[in-house]
């Protein structure tokens, strides 16, 4: 399997895989409609607000905002804040300071997230105050890998762009979730102007290196080993001219003749 490129619409990932979304997995490639369906298992699907719409992206589908009352609402309870990971694929067409790539927050507060200012990723802990930009500076018409990392295990907030390390510091105080969205605040404050691919949540810190992998192969958690599913497809009765074939009933993908 190409993990360059988004699996086909109903592609189920390897749940046991390490970089498999615990909390949130938003693949983007449904390419109609007004939702986006989460993979996680978790059923956090999201809700398109205002003229948010489907385009043509760097993997396949992606969705578009034009920074006027657009954005995804993703509802309430996605996942753990205090140990998270969040990434998401995203390209502006404008960077104005100010502007939300994902946010959680309280009612029609945010309590963190990640946002736009002087034309850098900045890592906002509204409830302590506490902001921290990028190194790199970002443009217009690029796309980018853009992952935030709340440990309050340990107390860190870091930002990643394209599998680099931009910020790493110290964070203190509680992270309310009473909502997720992207592009926007839920009060529709702060819309971005952006395209996004996909967007990913896990529950817990993840390593340097799997940010890398993460970058390097975005669908990785796709992959599964080739003796399990041709064993499974073929067990499960898939015939054999099919075996290629994933199918509802067993999820698996195994070798085509």
């Known amino acids: 399997m190409n993990y360059l490129m988004k699996p086909p619409l109903g592609t189920l990932p390897n749940y046991g895989h390490e970089l498999c979304p615990t909390s949130g997995l ?9 939702k986006v369906f989460d993979l996680s298992g ?9 003229d948010t719409h489907w385009v043509v992206g760097k993997y396949g589908h992606a969705v578009d905002f034009d920074g006027t009352q657009d954005w995804i609402n993703l509802g309430m309870g996605v996942g753990d804040y205090e140990n998270v990971t969040v990434s998401i694929v995203i390209k502006f067409d404008s960077l104005i300071t100010g502007d939300r790539i ?3 927050g309280s009612a029609n507060t945010y309590d963190w997230g990640l946002i736009v200012s002087n034309s850098k990723v900045l890592m906002l802990n509204a409830f302590a105050s506490q902001t921290w930009p990028s190194t790199s500076v ?9 992952v935030g990392i709340r440990n309050s295990t340990i107390g860190s907030m870091k930002v990643y762009l394209n599998g680099v390390l931009q910020t790493d510091t110290e964070t203190y105080g509680p992270a309310g ?7 926007s605040r839920s009060d529709d404050n702060f819309a971005a102007d952006c395209q996004v691919s996909h967007g990913m949540i896990f529950d817990k810190a993840k390593s340097a290196s799997e940010i890398a992998l993460l970058y390097r192969e975005p669908f990785i958690m796709f ?3 080739p003796i399990e599913l041709w064993v499974g497809s073929v067990g499960a009765g898939a015939p054999v001219g099919n ?15």
């Open 138 to 146: 970002l443009s217009t018409g690029v796309w980018y890998h853009i």
């Open 223 to 225: 992959e599964r080993d």
């Open 243 to 257: 075996a290629g074939i994933m199918t509802p009933n067993t999820g698996f993908w195994g070798p085509t003749f």
């Open 26 to 34: 938003w693949l983007m490639n449904e390419g109609s409609g007004n």
């Open 102 to 104: 994902f946010v959680s």
């Open 42 to 50: 978790n059923g956090n699907t999201g809700t398109f607000v205002g």
């Open 177 to 183: 979730h009473t909502y997720a969205s992207i592009a």
